[in-house]
């Protein structure tokens, strides 16, 4: 004996009434043909506005200039440091980590000084603002708790570093991504 299974009702997506696919299994649309095509026409739109949108970021990403990349890529570089130093003292001053201040990620050989230690993570730590900008880094007492974290050897070697480095945009891109995606990844840690 055969029977005939009612299909299960559902809700229409555009015109939300009830209704039993008549046509297909997959119908997410009731069995009026206008509900269906302004369907199609809504998800042909959305597709329209990504692609416009992925363009622009294209058109964006093409036109940037290396100085661009530069900055990018150190903004990248400058959030992994403070992620990595979070709940760390300021290199320079002992200041604790404590939310009262803002917080830089301090070069120890600047990057006018030295290009090769730019993006260098044994260069770089987290330190306060005011040991930063107010007081270039405050180096001499940096480099006491530099010695004091690291040993002589690493701050020396630091020291003894004075390549000029020019780095290209493919590699800027890279240090970009790598540095955002390491930030992000110890934000997730900390802040779960
Ligand atoms: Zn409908
Ligand atoms: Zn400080």
Redesign the pocket.
Known sequence: MKTTKLSKRRTCKVCKKKYRPKYNTIQATCNNFKCALELAQSKRKNKEKKEFRAETVRRRAAAKTRSDWLRDAQTAFNTYIRARDRGLN??????PDNGAHQRHASHYRSIGACSALRFNTKNVFA??Q???TS?SG?IL?YRIRLVARYGKKMVEWLESQNKIVRYDIEYLKRLKRVFNKKARMLNKRNYP
Request: proline share 0%.
């Open positions: 300021c290199i320079s001053c002992d200041k330190s306060c005011q040991c930063n007081k405050n007492e």
